[in-house]
T-cell receptor
Framework: EAEVAQSPRYKITEKSQAVAFWCDPISGHATLYWYRQILGQGPELLVQFQDESVVDDSQLPKDRFSAERLKGVDSTLKIQPAELGDSAMYLC?????????????FGPGTRLTVL | QKEVEQNSGPLSVPEGAIASLNCTYSDRGSQSFFWYRQYSGKSPELIMSIYSNGDKEDGRFTAQLNKASQYVSLLIRDSQPSDSATYLCAGETGGFKTIFGAGTRLFVKA
């Protein structure tokens, strides 16, 4: 069964360090999403790609976060420098296309702890 | 601010009972709605999607949508302890952005 892959599964870092997360969507899925989920809350969209283009990054803290999907397949989300408040689960999801009736499928997530 | 609202729970039901989970949304332009199940420490898993007014059934799960009342619900029949999880309601706005609720925690007592 096709799945979204993410790595690492867990990351512990100290504040002010740089961290990077990787995501490989389900084959053929043109739309890729990065979400952040804080304990007790629902996922919050950070950035949405359609192929290699960013279509929504309105909630991405651009002073420290960056995301890319250079070849329109896998993607990297980077935080530099990490802050204590960045501790959360970072989820990647993909869907066939960023249109209506758009079912998204999630990867296992990366649990980030910033010390 | 477009929102999806859910009662955080916990909702506790005995094994074999029907669990009813509810969700309201603010964006009248929303057309698509989704229910995800999330076990503790895991990522969300899609259970149901619904796009039209009325009921949609899939096994023990029934999703209900009422666009006039801006209301979505999920019924779980014959609840099992393995159904204990957080259930996330999500709505797709008119701009194709998906907004998630905070989730309802469900406990099914054996």
């Amino acid at each position: 069964e096709a799945e979204v892959a993410q790595s690492p599964r867990y990351k512990i870092t100290e504040k002010s360090q740089a961290v990077a997360f990787w995501c490989d969507p389900i084959s053929g899925h043109a739309t890729l999403y990065w979400y952040r989920q804080i304990l007790g809350q629902g996922p919050e969209l950070l950035v949405q790609f359609q192929d290699e283009s960013v279509v929504d990054d309105s909630q991405l803290p651009k002073d420290r976060f960056s995301a890319e999907r250079l070849k329109g397949v896998d993607s990297t989300l980077k935080i530099q420098p990490a802050e204590l408040g960045d501790s959360a689960m970072y989820l990647c999801a993909s869907s066939l296309a960023g249109r209506s009736y758009n079912e998204q499928f999630f990867g296992p997530g990366t649990r980030l702890t910033v010390l | 601010q477009k929102e999806v609202e859910q009662n955080s729970g916990p909702l506790s039901v005995p094994e074999g009972a029907i669990a009813s989970l509810n969700c309201t949304y603010s964006d009248r332009g929303s057309q698509s709605f989704f229910w995800y199940r999330q076990y503790s420490g895991k990522s969300p898993e899609l259970i149901m999607s619904i796009y039209s007014n009325g009921d949609k059934e899939d096994g023990r799960f029934t999703a209900q949508l009422n666009k006039a009342s801006q209301y979505v619900s999920l019924l779980i029949r014959d609840s099992q302890p393995s159904d204990s999880a957080t259930y996330l309601c999500a709505g797709e706005t008119g701009g194709f952005k998906t907004i998630f609720g905070a989730g309802t925690r469900l406990f099914v007592k054996a």
